[in-house]
């Protein structure tokens, strides 16, 4: 009888140990899956740093790349060319008419107190004067100045002084005859007067015709006008 136990035992023991080792490559292959599953992740991982770092590393390019585009010097306006003092208005008879813009103002009417008109001055020079070119005695360069006063509201100019200047610049000295009420004239269509008149008009804007209005008056003008005023 005890040999037949120790028999079992010994059985039983041999078929532990050969059930043992047919399940030893299911637990091998069961461990060699999950090392590579676990390496899959692993990689899946580092690309997604990888990504993520190229994505970050993208925007900070981007940003510094617009701070810098934000820094950037602005461009220098280019410098507009000063306007010119004179405006060609007329040709007639040899002479060409140049408008002084420069000194174009508005300034109170003489012995009122709400109405303003236009101080005009106008220089004409000879087109084709004699330079000397066939031999002949060269004359010295000469202009003229004429002096006007413009009035919007009437329709009216009123001439003032002209003045000769030969070889160089003109006197200051010079006076003309002054304003005179009744020396202002009516213009005819297409005259000399016409064509001045609509020119002063033109370049300085009318300024409701010359009423008391200060709107188109430089700081001289104004305070001249305050001055006056106040005196």
Known sequence: MKRFLVLCLAASCLFSHAAAQQSDPAAAQTASDAAAAQQADDQAATQAVTASTGTLAGRADGKAAGLQATTRKPREKKKK????????????????????????????????????????????????????????????????????????????????????????????????????AQNWEDLTPDSIEDVIYESAVAHVGKNKLGSSSHGNMNIRDAVEEYLRISL
């Open 81 to 180: 060319a000063p306007k010119a003092r004179y405006a060609q208005i007329l040709t007639d008879n040899g002479y060409r008419y140049d408008l002084d813009t420069r000194n174009l103002r508005w300034i109170p009417l003489p012995h009122s107190g709400d109405e303003y008109i236009l101080d005009v001055w106008v220089k004409l020079t000879q087109e084709a004067p004699n330079d000397g070119s066939d031999g002949t005695y060269t004359y010295p360069e000469k202009y003229y100045l004429a002096h006007y006063y413009v009035r919007p509201k009437t329709r009216q100019i009123q001439f003032l002084s002209e003045l000769e200047v030969t070889g160089g610049r003109p006197d200051n000295t010079v006076k003309g005859r002054g304003y005179q």
